[in-house]
């Protein structure tokens, strides 16, 4: 069962105050206290090219639409109610001048949709409590420039005194306007840091100084501490990903939902610079020593068809695992890999994969994702790996092909 991270935060920091409940008399049933958004349409469901992602406390909403005004349907959990109503209209982006073009003969469009996202507020049952969304909509914009300058935090009341404090950090690239996110596991390891009280640096994935150019993102593989070894999760390597982390408690290679809608050309190569260092030890998921074993990190892009059974890869082993998944159309993978203390610029070429080449209509069709992932510890998703291995990342570039 997929569990929203605001919802199993709270009920693991309540968890005595519940068992205590239980323990009494059993009286009239409580009201809900959950305010979370579940679902959600726009009612002429021929706009959504995608289902939309709903993750902590933002939703991105994949439409083909032109209309900047839009009224989306959400769905609730039980007895909760929503500010705006539901099926109110708003506006979602306009149409601003195009910041980037310097020239009438840059070849840039003159204008470019800004999207503008707009936040509902969510009140559970019992009125005890109130959960906001920012809401935004993604209209056929796909980066092909990736920085890593840019970042927002994800905020959480976690020592409960009303305030919210920014936990870990969030990547973000901007594209026409409109903001494409970065999923990274540090959701997945929210609570068993918690009570270390961690600074947002002390998360597997965050932002460094020192970058090619301006910031840079830094992937560490961390001890998760007794909490971790308890819920089987020892380690947690630093990763970074195009897409979505949902909580899956009792699958957690499912959590990570890998893949954005894809609308470009034909990708050719992506380029980038790294530096590497592994961790003095590798260690199995059961954090006993694994003999002769050296830490190696991971650094792939994938484009893949999106179907009603693979709406999305993860770290699972079926068909929509990142690597092996049937649907995937072309994969670059960083296979020259090594030990580097200064940044090392790579070109890794997109080879077509499972027999299958790249088809300009299903792309057109909204039926294509594309993910670039990255790992500090390539068999992290399985807790194999060293604690300290750290892997920076800066300015990827997808190359197409020319129209």
């Known amino acids: 069962m997929h569990t929203n991270v605001h919802t199993w935060g709270r009920a693991f920091l309540l968890a005595v105050a519940m068992t205590a409940a239980l323990a009494s008399c059993i009286k009239e049933e409580a009201l809900n206290a959950e305010a979370d958004i579940t679902g959600v349409s726009l009612g002429a469901d021929s706009l959504l090219i995608r289902e939309p992602e709903i993750t902590n406390n933002e939703i991105t909403i994949y439409a083909n639409t032109r209309d900047s005004i839009l009224a989306p349907q959400f769905t609730l959990t039980e007895g909760a109610t929503i500010a705006p109503a539901s099926g109110t209209k708003r506006q979602f982006f306009k149409r601003v001048a195009n910041p980037d073009k310097t020239s009438v003969d840059d070849g840039l469009p003159d204008s470019i949709d800004e999207a503008t996202p707009q936040t509902y507020t969510v009140t559970s049952q019992d009125g005890r409590w109130k959960k906001t969304y920012t809401v935004r909509v993604a209209n056929n914009a796909t980066p092909s420039d990736f920085h890593f300058d840019d970042i927002r935090y994800y905020m959480y009341d976690a020592d409960n005194d009303g305030t919210d404090d920014p936990l870990f950090q969030i990547f973000y690239e901007k594209i026409g306007g409109q903001q494409v996110d970065w999923g990274s596991g540090n959701p997945g390891v929210m609570i068993t840091l918690m009570a270390s009280n961690p600074k947002p640096t002390d998360y597997p994935t965050s932002q460094a100084d020192n970058g090619v150019e301006g910031k840079c993102a830094k992937l560490t593989t961390i001890s998760t501490g007794a909490l971790g070894v308890m819920f089987g999760a020892p380690i947690a390597a630093g990763n970074i990903f195009l897409g979505s982390f949902t909580v899956s408690m009792n699958d957690m290679a499912s ?149």
């Open 255 to 403: 959590s990570t939902h890998f893949g954005i809608p894809f609308f470009n050309t034909k990708p050719i190569s992506l380029t980038g610079y790294y530096k590497y260092k592994a961790g003095p030890t590798v260690t199995d998921k059961n954090m006993k020593p694994v003999s002769g074993a050296k830490d190696d990190f991971a650094l792939y892009a994938v484009v893949f068809e999106v179907t009603k059974d693979v709406p999305w890869l993860d770290g699972t082993d079926t068909d929509r695992n990142s690597t092996k998944s049937p649907n995937i159309v072309l994969k670059a993978e960083l296979t020259d890999r090594k030990e580097t203390d200064e940044w090392t610029k790579f070109t890794i070429p997109f080879e077509p994969m499972n027999g299958k080449t790249f088809d300009i209509n299903k792309m057109i069709q909204g039926k294509y994702s594309i993910a670039i992932v990255a790992s500090s510890s390539k068999d992290g998703a399985t807790f194999q790996g060293a604690v300290g291995s750290t892997l920076y990342l800066d300015e990827f570039h997808i190359n197409y092909e020319a129209y």
